[in-house]
């Protein structure tokens, strides 16, 4: 091998150290280059990781080979390139097992690996992993070589070591990037207001402005969908700690494995992929607030950690045993029935009497009166911006129709709802119109509320009503319930199926007209 071929190779590797490359790209690369260099049947990168290889590109193996880990002290070969300064080269005859055996792609036959070499990568000048070359020619490697290897390893360490420096970067600059916008949010430039008139929501906006002026940790609770998440934004709006970020992450989205890490954060090499030190959202939200929402979902032990960093302010990453101290107002929200769950066994006590020292109810869609309007309103709003129209508006019809309708899934629901509508609206127009008014037949809500397929027996006719709209609706939903567990001798079960309804949403809707 010539010195000109060598530079010819390594010219465009040095190039790429200054540019923007995603890893898995940039040692793909690195590899090409090393078998144009050095022509072999495979060739690998494998990073160290404690006691274990971990292979982050191949090129000529088998795909999942990048899958596998290996043990170091279980392949003598991969022991031996670690334990050297230098290149080595394996006797074609050597009886040291070969890691590779088996793995070259494309073979069914002759799977055994017949000659190979591999360097050692140093970082900072402890060692960092290996490069490997492997051939099926057990005189392909050449004994000089070696050193056109060792040229090459320089040029990979400096590969990888540049890609870490890119890694850290990025990482750093997606946490800044996270805290920067939590500040934003914080500051109020982005605009989620509360907003309703009925009596049920001034209450809770009270309670919000009275809990928010402490440091008191909330337990919010309310059925799916009724806006948990803004309630608790509001409360680190009202509190001292506004001008500090507040930190989210549902509980529900993570599997047990994942939440310790994203709670605490970890150290590299905690566990397989932990590449760099990382920041939890406790460190996140120091000084400011954490909002775990769907905390129904954790784990009991993922709960008994969470209750030694709230007692006592210190938390470890995982993988190190270094306390850090940390300031952090915690906000927590479920649907679930928490003191059920504790008496089933299924939650921890002092966790839950931890969480909710301040319990806060956000009262149902349904409970709210005329606020279904007021944020059909903003829905509304937010989808004529999006769409380009110069109004969108509700007909009598429509605005009736969502007054008598249950919502089981409140707020959220109804967002989508509009959404939804207003789209299908704007597709049945033949021309763009200048003000599109959704009806009563474009909402299209579910039979639920004021319709049911089930006729009143004509010896039980449902008489007349009379009040305002919802009070006659829910005149007329007692009378049509009550004639159906008669005929069903009062089971809930039964009369729901007749209606319709889900037999708890039958529960729900009972209760609140007073039938139980």
Not at 131 to 147: G, M, Q, V, Y
Not at 497 to 502: F, H, K, N, V
Request: glycine letters at 8%.
């Amino acid at each position: 091998m010539t010195a000109k071929s060598l530079l010819t190779t390594l010219l465009p590797l040095v190039a790429d150290l200054s540019r923007e490359l995603p890893e898995g790209e940039r040692y793909r690369r690195l590899l090409e280059a090393m078998r144009a260099l050095l022509p072999c049947d495979a060739a690998a990168l494998l990073r160290l990781d404690g006691e274990w290889l971990v292979p982050l590109a191949v090129d000529g193996l088998s795909t999942d080979t990048l899958g596998r880990r290996f043990k170091v002290s279980e392949h003598p070969r991969f022991a031996a390139l670690l334990s050297s300064p230098g290149p080595t080269r394996f006797a074609a005859d050597s009886e040291l097992p070969d890691p590779y055996d088996g793995l070259v792609a494309g073979l069914d036959e002759h799977l055994e690996v017949h000659d190979c070499m591999g360097c050692p990568l140093f970082i900072d000048e402890r060692p960092w992993g290996l490069l490997t070359l492997d051939a099926l020619d057990p005189e392909r490697f050449e004994p000089i070589e070696l050193d056109a290897l060792q040229a090459f390893a320089s040029l990979a360490a400096a590969t990888v070591n540049a890609a870490e420096r890119i890694e850290r970067l990025a990482n750093r600059v997606e946490d800044e990037h996270q805290r920067a916008e939590v500040y934003r949010q914080a500051s109020g430039q982005q605009n989620r207001e509360m907003i309703g008139q009925s009596k049920t929501h001034k209450r809770l906006v009270e309670e919000i402005n009275l809990v928010g002026g402490s440091d008191l940790t909330v337990l919010i609770t309310g059925e799916t969908g009724v806006g948990k998440e803004l309630v608790a934004q509001a409360i680190h709006a009202a509190s001292a700690r506004a001008d500090k970020p507040i930190i989210s992450l549902n509980c529900a989205a993570l599997p047990d494995t994942l939440v310790e890490s994203e709670l605490f954060g970890h150290v590299r090499g905690a566990f397989t992929g932990a590449m760099n030190d990382r920041r939890g959202k406790f460190e996140l939200a120091n000084g400011g607030t954490l909002f775990l929402d769907e905390v129904g979902e954790l784990s009991l032990t993922v709960q008994a950690k969470l209750l030694r960093v709230l007692q006592s302010g210190q938390l470890q990453r995982l993988g190190s045993d270094k306390e850090h101290q940390v300031d952090v107002r915690l906000i927590a929200a479920t649907n679930r029935d928490l003191a059920e769950e504790v008496r089933s066994g299924r939650y921890r006590a002092d966790f839950y009497h931890r969480l909710s020292v301040y319990p806060l109810l956000v009262p149902a869609l349904r409970d709210r009166g005329r606020d279904v309007l007021l944020l059909s309103g903003f829905f509304l709003e937010q989808n004529r911006s999006r769409m380009g129209l110069n109004s969108l508006r509700l007909n009598s019809d429509a605005q009736a129709a969502l007054l008598a309708y249950d919502w089981p899934g409140n707020v959220r629901e109804l967002e989508h709802l509009i959404g939804r509508s207003a789209l299908k609206a704007l597709g049945n127009c033949k021309e763009r119109p200048k003000i599109l008014s959704l009806s009563a037949a474009d909402l299209d809500l579910p039979n639920g509320s004021i319709e049911v397929t089930a006729q009143p027996s004509a010896a039980a006719p449902v008489p007349l009503v009379s009040g305002d709209l919802r009070e006659a609706t829910e005149q007329y939903q007692r009378q049509l319930i009550g004639a159906c567990l008669e005929r069903h001798h009062n089971n809930w079960a039964s009369a729901a199926r007749e209606l319709g309804l889900d037999r708890a949403n039958l529960g729900r809707m009972a209760k609140r007209l007073g039938m139980k």
